[in-house]
């Protein structure tokens, strides 16, 4: 890719739903609702054969210095600061705002070329709505149906037009570019090819990143621990709670090590989630969840564990993640011990197949104590890779049998013959046995127990599926005497 993009304009006037569009998925929230976006997105955009970088930018908005929507304006000019050129979306439906006039302005003055798309024009019906934009004093503006995929080829000839203003040429390197002939573009894919989804935001290239999300409740933390590990403000935040809607991407390397790490919507209890832009943004957090390989669970310290936080770790056991738990705002803690010993108390009664989790205190506002946590989050990650070898594990099993054997069940005994561990990520095993589905659960929790600790498994989660084991006299006809 050899340049990038920025999409801006005020609210709700399609912006993330262009960005869905060029980069071919849903992976921006969609809402009717104003100011969805708040932090700016990156993904993989392509018009046809141009491929770039796409930033998705929070909406547009005139507020006082230190609010929320100066903050998300500030996102926006970092966006602008990063971008080759710009995007600017209206609403040909609306017509020209005075925001719009306001900001068209603003634009002018980075020196950015920057285009300016007249969005929800299916059909081209938005003559009136077109014709007052050339006022805004940023050429002629290009009408265009995000929804519907309509202009992206006028698009694709302004994108080209203007990085050759700034000497890019977005076909570096192809062979006799200028000689070739014009390019087709397409429309791109119809509304239904679109599926919403839980992506990367760039592909890995050979070194595969460390996928990491962040997970709480709303007001915990997760944005500000992002911006002190990448070491800028990558995210808003502030004392609002749910500021975050989106689950996004942050690329970040640790010690060698590439990383993308994954701030993510605030988790609620369910009965609270009522609102349809909340929905979205929870069912994006467990994509979130099901997407990465270590999660980190935040709590706020000064609030200690509750209920909803032992819910967020079973959904993140269930899925089959590492997981580390951190407690944040630590600095604020007077009773310490206090705090560990709840927490430690709540895993025991409600997560006994925690036990052993790694748990880590900081601030992530001041930084203190958070040089511990990506060593921990390493050594989850290595543990929830780890493999048994087959001889070793039958060794053990056989040792576990003899100390505590299999029950009978209705008078007949259950013999578990071998096994062997079939995957990682996490770790999981089958055992083979004469009758599977009678075999307790109670029984299968003491092999996990006996498991994690023989073989030093702490807080990893761990499968165990139970297979009926093949008869060697079964299909064989008796002989006769």
């Known amino acids: 890719m050899t340049f990038t993009l920025a999409i801006v304009g005020r609210p709700n006037v399609g912006k993330s739903t262009l960005f869905n569009r060029l980069v071919g998925k849903k992976i921006a929230i969609v809402d009717d609702t104003p100011g969805v976006t708040r932090d700016r997105r990156m993904g993989e955009g392509r018009i046809a054969d141009l491929e770039f970088v796409l930033m998705d930018t929070a909406g547009l908005e005139q507020g006082d210095a230190g609010s929320l929507p100066d903050r998300m304006r500030l996102q926006t000019e970092q966006a602008l600061v990063e971008a080759d050129i710009a995007l600017m979306l209206y609403d040909a439906r609306a017509g020209v705002t005075p925001t719009d006039e306001y900001f068209a302005d603003w634009l002018r003055k980075t020196g950015k070329p920057i285009i300016l798309g007249a969005n929800k024009c299916e059909g081209n019906a938005i003559v009136d709505g077109i014709y007052e934009a050339y006022g805004l004093g940023l050429g002629e503006p290009i009408g265009l149906s995000a929804e519907h995929g309509e202009g992206l080829g006028e698009l694709y000839q302004a994108v080209v037009e203007g990085l050759k203003e700034i000497g890019i040429d977005p076909y570096e390197g192809e062979d006799d570019a200028s000689d070739a002939a014009p390019r087709e573009v397409e429309t791109g894919p119809e509304e239904g090819d679109l599926d919403y989804e839980f992506v990367d935001d760039a592909e890995p290239t050979d070194n595969k990143p460390l996928r990491l999300a962040i997970v709480g409740r709303p007001n915990a933390g997760k944005s500000t621990l992002i911006n002190y590990l990448v070491g800028e403000d990558r995210l808003i935040t502030g004392p609002e709670a749910g500021l975050t809607r989106d689950s996004i991407a942050v690329d970040w390397e640790w010690d060698g090590m590439p990383v993308k790490l994954f701030d993510t919507a605030g988790l609620r209890k369910r009965a609270r989630v009522t609102e349809k832009l909340e929905k979205l943004s929870v069912a994006d957090t467990f994509r979130a969840v099901q997407f990465a390989e270590v999660v980190v669970l935040l709590l706020d310290a000064e609030v200690g564990i509750e209920k909803q936080d032992l819910k967020i770790a079973e959904k993140v056991v269930a899925e089959g993640r590492a997981l580390v738990i951190a407690l944040n705002k630590w600095d604020s803690v007077d009773d310490r011990l ?57 060794r053990w099993l056989a040792d576990a049998l003899e100390k505590h054997p299999a029950p009978s069940v209705a008078g007949r005994r259950i013999k578990i013959r071998y096994g062997a561990q079939v995957k990682t990520r996490p770790p999981t095993f089958s055992l083979f046995c004469n009758r599977p589905d009678d075999l307790p659960d109670s029984y299968k929790r003491y092999l996990e127990n006996e498991l994690r600790r023989d073989f030093d498994l702490p807080g990893v989660p761990i499968r165990i599926y139970m297979r009926k084991g093949e008869n060697p006299y079964e299909g064989r006809r008796k002989k006769h005497r």
């Not at 709540?346 to 989790?357: E, R």
């Open 338 to 394: 206090e705090v560990h010993r709840q927490l430690k108390d709540a895993l025991t009664k409600s997560l006994p197949q925690l036990k052993g989790v790694k748990i880590v205190n900081f601030s992530a506002l001041t930084g203190q104590g958070t040089q511990k946590l990506m060593p921990m989050v390493a050594e989850a990650y290595e543990l929830w890779n780890a493999r048994i070898a087959t001889s070793g594990f039958n």
